[in-house]
């Protein structure tokens, strides 16, 4: 996993690209710190964004087994985006954000150096334009992440980040650490 992530809550690190049965997904948002109550209440079998709470969190959750009975169906997390206080000043991401974008992203720096900026990253494999940078990046275990930064706005300031998952879905380990 790229160092530039660890400031994110690990429990959802662990979760992405991984399905399991939703009260350990719950479980996992819980153990985050962030509020889970009522997150998949409406939540059909396509993928969805649910809102966690106002923290600033987004999750692309998707139900990966349809057919399967209710209590006992897979939801994976697709992917994680943190929401900046530009895109949203009564719902925003107020811990540090990864590769230091809260500093990196001031008015006046480009996407473009924003890539440039990041250990890791390489400009070559980004995809670059003067809203968007989206680039690959080493997951979790070995899975294929991609980073996504959105800008707005004249200054072309930071709105969303998310961090995407590709590739086979993996099953979640439902044991928590403190019990092996």
């Not at 996993?1 to 400031?7: D, I, K, S």
Request: with cysteine; aromatic share 8%; charged share 15%.
């Amino acid at each position: 996993m790229h160092p530039g992530l660890a400031c994110l809550p690990d429990l959802l690190l662990q979760h992405l690209g991984r399905c399991s049965e939703l009260r350990y997904l719950q479980w996992a948002i819980d153990g985050a710190g962030l509020p889970s109550a009522g997150l998949f209440a409406a939540q059909g079998d396509e993928p969805g964004v649910v809102a966690v709470g106002s923290v600033g969190v987004d999750l692309l959750v998707q139900r990966v087994q349809a057919e399967w009975p209710d209590a006992s169906a897979l939801w994976g997390v697709q992917g994680i985006s943190l929401i900046s206080s530009h895109a949203d000043p009564t719902r925003y991401w107020g811990e540090p954000w990864p590769f230091d974008l809260a500093v990196n992203t001031s008015p006046g720096v480009k996407p473009a150096e924003l890539i440039c900026a990041v250990p890791g990253l390489q400009r070559s494999e980004a995809l670059v334009t003067d809203r968007l940078v989206c680039a690959p990046l080493p997951g979790r275990g070995g899975q294929a992440w991609t980073m996504l930064a959105q800008f707005a706005g004249r200054r072309r300031v930071l709105h969303s980040l998310s961090i995407l998952r590709h590739g086979p879905w993996e099953l979640a380990s439902v044991i928590p650490a403190w019990a092996s």
